[in-house]
């Protein structure tokens, strides 16, 4: 029964990698605009005029060739994307390789949206935990209503509500872009490590404000419908203590349908929440993304975009297993 479930996933997976690089490829050549254009515009903002053949000649020196026929791009992509060579960028980052700027990019991108999105998580799950059990208590009356406010938020209105109370003034407490003092020089420094950290607080604040309020009114609606299964009110009939009926019986269940949006979350963290990026100057792969589709770049679109898709389909996997060994009626079903 294991190695069929097993053998299922693993041929969900591959479908849908395949359905998604192919989509990949199609999308961005369906959008207004194209590589030779964002070039030409470049250039001629610098003043120089360059005709569409010595264009052409620019970006088939880059890897790329417009006027080859599409199935064969298609083709060759798809090996790219398999083998790992995925290029050299065609935008912004001209001739730079895509697995440079990625891997500039990408640990930033883990730092900071993905602690925030984990500690969104495990504070959302453990107010909505109490508030599930303490059903019409103060926690209960008081945190729902407000986090139902702040989920609903926009990301950049509470960026710059937050930019405009703490970085903005003749003694700005916080800076409010990049992502360390341009002054330093990287390292494993306690100054260095200092300008990191403050230079992410505002934009880890604007991530958790608006991400936690999901996680705690999930968490609660799940508590308050466990806790009306009969398990639980035998547990409570023998008096085994109410911490352990709250976290071991009602709350392992109820947690349980939480942890495909957790996947799903952890799985977009690498697209990085690009308005937070792009609002406090942050260099990650967010502010990449952006970059790369104003600048039309193919390579590095299709690179990122890999990335979220591989990340959210392993994400995804790994949690439908742990779904399948914490949960009995899930080994049930097969």
């Not at 097993?6 to 479908?15: A, D, E, H, K, P």
Request: hydrophobic residues 50%; charged residues 15%.
């Amino acid at each position: 029964m294991r190695v069929r479930y097993l053998i299922r996933r693993l041929g969900f997976f591959v479908l849908t990698l395949w359905a998604a690089m192919t989509l990949n490829f199609f999308i961005p050549r369906m959008m207004p605009g194209s590589p030779e254009q964002a070039l030409r515009e470049r250039f001629s903002k610098g003043g120089s005029v360059v005709t569409p053949e010595q264009l052409r000649t620019v970006l088939a020196e880059f890897g790329f060739d417009p006027g080859k026929n599409l199935m064969l791009q298609y083709g060759e992509y798809l090996k790219a994307m398999v083998t790992g060579h995925w290029g050299v960028s065609i935008g912004s980052s001209l001739g730079v390789p895509v697995t440079t700027l990625i891997g500039d990019a990408l640990p930033w991108t883990l730092g900071l949206v993905g602690i925030s999105t984990v500690l969104a998580f495990v504070l959302g799950t453990l107010i909505g935990t109490v508030a599930g059990w303490r059903r019409g208590g103060l926690i209960d009356g008081i945190v729902p209503p407000v986090f139902i406010v702040t989920s609903a938020l926009p990301y950049f209105w509470v960026a710059l509500l937050l930019i405009s109370l703490f970085a903005i003034g003749s003694d700005p407490v916080l800076p409010n872009d990049f992502n360390y003092d341009q002054g330093l020089t990287p390292a494993f420094t306690g100054e260095f490590v200092w300008s990191v950290i403050k230079h992410g607080i505002l934009p880890a604040s604007t991530i958790l404000i608006t991400a936690v309020g999901g996680w705690i009114l999930t968490m609660r609606n799940n508590m308050v419908t466990t806790l009306a299964e009969d398990y639980v009110r035998m547990a409570r009939a023998k008096g085994i203590p109410s911490r352990k009926i709250m976290f071991g019986y009602a709350g392992r269940n109820a947690f349980l349908p939480n942890l495909s949006g957790f996947a799903m979350s952890l799985g977009f963290v690498i697209s990085g929440t690009i308005l937070v990026e792009y609002v406090f100057n942050y260099p990650g792969l967010g502010y990449m993304f952006y970059n790369a589709t104003v600048s039309t770049d193919y390579p590095l679109l299709q690179a990122l975009f890999l990335l979220v898709t591989l990340a959210v389909l392993i994400c995804v996997m790994l949690c439908d297993f742990a779904v399948f060994l914490l949960d009995p009626r899930a080994r049930t079903k097969g």
